[in-house]
């Protein structure tokens, strides 16, 4: 996931007060002190996702104020027995938090009696890391990247969350119901989150592009591309363009060939290429018609058709997307309850009912049929959800395993690619400023005559 990620609440409970601190690195807590300071001087305010627009926050706020929303008429409550007094939720803050204030930790602490608290957090394997062995974690579940779930889990730093253990907790779920990809063996998914292909209406008036190949058809449809340096989007959409199936593109990338090919059809495109960074770019690129096409997140997308009403076409074939999940950091003492809330915010009400403040997809299969219209819109949400059955037929799963298995090999090639495409651009617009020079100094000749 690419979040902006603010600093991390961390509880009193695991940042010594600030007179005992000299005793507590005096018996090894140097690295938590460091931590604690660290995470003291980060800014105070929230921020979203760099794939989460955060313009929903008003209305999030006042919904969550109501003590959120269950999916289910007449909720019975919930056995409160060996629950905690509090639960604390990591998560990444912003719009996106709030949608699971509302959705899942208010109705939660309603049915059984115990106070969930959401709170921002940051390099969450590092604070794990340091902790192990030294002070409990500061959040009993974290919602994580999938690229921190499979490094914590491989050291030890998460309990395992099997299909059986959320069944004991409360959990309705058979595994036939989640989306490939949604278990893992210490999480599972809360919300897939996508980057897909979009086009400026206004530049394409008669004749709308459709596919990915038509991103790289710059002869049928001219006009810049906007694209993320991001080599897991850039080398699978390029072979999706020239007719990889989306099964097919992590075999063909480890063919002897697949790299080469990747590599060539990028140079098609290659000298219309604008580089972003931020989420927002892309929008911003089509708006002010610097781009003709771009590859954004879903989030924002979302928030510009919506919120903004920009012209603007969504292209989901081809789309990649990515998990997040829940995860139980190890060593926490509210194991049980910590389950048992992962279970509650999989059923799928619960799913159903974040999707109608953000377009995030739910990962299991009946939540989608529950899909409903924004909150305060009234807009159909389930053509901006990814992971509806039509969109799923041609979109590709960013797999963060076979990325670890086989980066080391492709980054060196993209390196070259990057550099190589920085000087043709350098080039092109060292070539275009001089003839506009060259045009207006012809012009001022003229009108001195």
């Known amino acids: 996931m690419p979040p902006t990620k603010p600093g991390v609440v961390m509880p009193d409970a695991v940042c010594p007060p600030p007179g005992t601190r000299s005793k507590h690195a005096a018996r090894g807590g140097a690295t938590l002190l460091l931590l604690c300071a660290a995470m003291a001087a980060a800014p105070a305010a929230a921020s979203a996702q760099t794939h989460t627009g955060s313009a ?14 269950t999916g289910k008429a007449n909720e019975p409550a919930g056995d409160k027995a060996d629950m905690p007094a509090r639960l604390v939720v990591g998560s990444w803050g912003g719009g996106y938090a709030k949608s699971q204030e509302i ?36 959040w009993d579940i974290v919602d994580i990247d999938a690229q921190t779930l499979q490094r914590a889990c491989r ?26 990809g949604a278990l893992q063996e210490c999480g599972t998914a809360s919300v897939a989150w996508s980057a897909l292909i979009i086009y400026d209406g206004r530049a394409f008036s008669k004749r709308k592009p459709a596919s990915p190949s038509d991103f790289f058809d710059v002869r049928s449809f001219p ?25 097919d593109v992590y075999a063909h990338l480890e063919s002897p060939t697949g790299l080469d090919h990747a590599i060539a059809m990028l140079d098609k495109i290659g000298d219309h290429i604008l580089w972003w960074k931020r989420g927002r770019d892309p929008l911003r690129m089509l708006a002010d018609k610097r781009a003709a096409m771009a590859l954004a997140y879903n989030g924002r997308v979302f928030h510009s058709l919506v919120r903004e009403n ?57 939540a989608l049929r529950r899909i409903a219209a924004h909150a305060e819109t009234g807009t159909d949400m389930a053509p901006f959800v990814p992971t509806t059955p039509d969109k799923l037929a041609h979109a590709l799963f960013n797999d963060v395993n076979w990325w670890e298995a086989h980066r080391s090999r492709i980054e060196p090639r993209m390196r070259d690619w990057f550099e190589a495409n920085a000087k043709r651009l350098a080039a092109l617009r060292e070539k275009a400023e001089a003839e506009a020079k060259a045009k207006e100094a012809k012009k001022k000749k003229k009108r001195k005559r």
Not at 111 to 124: M, N, P, Q, S, W
Not at 133 to 138: E, H, I, L, S, V
Not at 161 to 180: N, P, Q, R, V, Y
């Open 56 to 69: 929903e926050a008003p209305a999030l706020e006042r919904a969550s104020a109501t003590g959120g929303e």
């Open 103 to 138: 959705a899942f930790a208010a109705p939660f602490g309603k049915r059984f009696g115990v106070e969930v608290k959401i709170v921002r957090h940051d390099a969450v394997y590092e604070t794990l890391k340091a902790l192990r062995g030294d002070q409990p974690p500061p």
């Open 155 to 180: 050291e030890g730093l998460l309990e395992k969350i099997s299909l059986a253990g959320l069944k004991a907790a409360g959990s309705s779920a058979t595994a036939e119901d989640f989306l490939d």
């Open 223 to 247: 006009g810049k591309r906007a694209l993320p340096r991001k080599i897991e989007y850039l080398l699978p959409l390029a072979l999706m363009a020239d007719g990889i199936a989306p099964g």
């Open 310 to 366: 920009r012209p603007f076409g969504m292209i989901w074939s081809g789309q990649i997307y990515n998990l997040d999940y829940w995860a139980v950091p190890a060593g926490t003492p509210n194991k049980a309850a910590a389950l048992k809330f992962i279970a509650f915010a999989s059923e799928p009400e619960q799913l159903a009912v974040q999707t109608r403040w953000l377009p995030y997809g739910p990962l299991r299969k009946s």
